[in-house]
């Protein structure tokens, strides 16, 4: 019996100039590369609108459904920074300045001796029982509340808070994977790459399209959870692709006959 330990993730990455298009993300493929080296699966990403209702809809199905949800943007000073009011409606706690987070930035301020304005402190509002999550580089500290981890949109102060949390996850076996370039298109590996697929329940077997020129190839990507699974349907994939091959080449021979 398999004894692989899956702990699942997703990510709700909030924020109307997401949707706009006016930022481009970075954190969704900057999480899913450390979560797939950590053994968490991260298994689906929304995006919503700076809105209340629809922050709340999405964390409720999301945090329901997963081992761990992660949120990005929303926890800045401004009047659209709704997060953590958001989140503390979705758990049904008051939102609330918290103490710490009001004397860290407090200092913060002084020390750059900026004035501590009413919208800086907004920045230390959380749900009531929410933990920090410590910000090295701007001070403002994002919070976790149940397997929900609340963290910046800014990428440096993302990717900063993402490994102040990592080590603190419950983590997975980690997938592994193995590439296999195949000189053919999707439409003449279909059928029997999907019967592939089917004798090797255990791996996760993925086709990508390329176009070079006038031609099209794929890269055959097998993951799985164990060497041995990934070795036995990559094999697999090799004697299909061997398998064209001589096929092609006894057409080819037959037209130069003819």
Request: aromatic share 6%; charged share 25%.
């Amino acid at each position: 019996m398999s004894q692989d330990i899956v702990v699942t993730a997703a990510m709700l990455a909030i924020g109307d100039e997401l949707l706009s298009g006016r930022t481009k993300d970075k954190n969704i493929g900057h999480l899913a590369d450390l979560l797939t080296l950590s053994g968490i699966d991260l298994k689906e990403v929304r995006i919503v609108a700076d809105d209340e209702d629809a922050i709340v809809e999405a964390l409720n199905a999301l945090r329901g459904k997963y081992d761990y949800v992660f949120t990005s943007g929303g926890i800045g000073p401004t009047h659209d920074d709704i997060t953590a009011d958001a989140i503390s409606k979705a758990f049904g706690v008051p939102c609330e300045y918290d103490e710490t987070a009001m004397t860290l930035l407090a200092e913060m301020y002084r020390r750059r001796e900026m004035e501590f304005t009413e919208a800086r402190q907004r920045m230390a509002r959380m749900p009531r029982g929410a933990v920090h999550i410590a910000n090295p580089v701007s001070t403002a500290p994002g919070f976790i509340i149940g397997n929900v981890y609340v963290m910046a949109g800014v990428p440096q102060v993302f990717q900063a808070m993402v490994d102040n949390v990592l080590p603190t996850l419950r983590t997975g076996t980690p997938v592994l994977s193995l590439a296999i370039a195949c000189p053919y298109g999707e439409g003449e590996i279909g059928t029997p790459l999907t019967a592939i697929q089917k004798a090797h329940p255990e791996t996760s077997i993925g086709s990508y399209p390329r176009y070079i020129g006038q031609k099209f190839s794929t890269e055959i990507v097998v993951r799985g959870r164990s060497q041995a699974v990934i070795d036995a349907a990559g094999a697999e994939v090799r004697e299909m692709i061997d398998a064209i091959r001589r096929r092609k080449d006894i057409a080819e021979n037959h037209s130069a006959e003819a």
